[in-house]
């Protein structure tokens, strides 16, 4: 995106003709992208990076599909992208408002219900463990198959999970995934801390980028199977993975 659209002095022009552009680093604001990453998923049922969002002068997210009225939905050009907002913006003034509204109607709505509800109980803990374990690579540690994520949350869970219930299983989950990472290429052996993810199975071909917090989750989750098991491994690999030593 950064060579095919950023880069291109008339994509350039053509934004900042019709636009006022900001750029958000999702690992800098986590909260600016879980609001608008939120938007995307409502008005097109998925969501992914990068993200492109368009709002209205007040800020007020709206739809960013310019299309015409039966056009069928599809992936379009940055230079039609902008033509097509600007054309929409001009000829259907009222109806880009009103779809602004509604976005942030359900944007509210959807807070709201984030925020209700007990917390999960003895049920649903049972059942998440049990989805995790059905997961699980035996061979090799970790969740699924290749490409492999690291996935530092889950081992936050089963840790827990194993403290509150004494099931061997969970701790054992945690303990063969990261020893196994650990051993791995994700691990950066020379620069220390944790590549995004494994293209293998075996966690030997990382893909060569470190993000800020998977830094930070995976040095929680090693601190803490330190705590549970007291082997020096966990608590080393936590000392050099700080968000110090990385970069993308």
């Excluded at 807070?111 to 049990?130: D, F, H, I, L």
Aim: aromatic share 10%; glycine share 8%.
């Amino acid at each position: 995106m950064a060579h095919e659209s950023f880069e291109d002095r008339e994509v350039a022009r053509l934004m900042n003709e019709a636009f006022v552009c900001i750029k958000v680093d999702r690992e800098e604001r986590p909260d600016v992208d879980g609001i608008y990453m939120t938007v995307c998923q409502i008005m097109t049922g998925s969501g992914g990076w990068p993200l492109t969002i368009l709002m209205t002068p007040s800020a007020s997210p709206s739809s960013p599909a310019p299309t015409s009225e039966g056009e069928p939905a599809r992936r379009i050009g940055m230079i039609e992208l902008i033509q097509g907002v600007q054309r929409v913006w001009k000829t259907r003034h009222g109806d880009v408002l009103s779809s602004a509204e509604q976005v942030t109607e359900a944007l509210q709505k959807a807070s709201a219900e984030s925020s209700a509800g007990e917390p999960p109980g003895k049920t649903a803990c049972r059942a998440a463990y049990e989805a995790l374990a059905g997961q699980f690579d035996k061979s090799n540690g970790g969740f699924g198959a290749a490409p492999k994520f690291p996935s530092p949350h889950h081992f936050l869970f089963l840790l827990r999970y194993w403290k509150r219930t004494g099931e061997p299983t969970a701790l054992d989950m945690v303990e063969k995934s990261l020893a196994a990472m650990r051993r791995g290429g994700v691990y950066d052996h020379l620069g220390y801390g944790f590549h995004r993810y494994s293209t293998d199975a075996r966690w030997r071909l990382p893909h060569f980028e470190k993000m800020l917090y998977d830094q930070a989750m995976l040095s929680m989750a090693f601190l803490e199977a330190f705590q549970a098991t007291g082997k020096t491994l966990y608590a080393e690999t936590a000392g050099r993975s700080s968000p110090t030593c990385c970069g993308t």
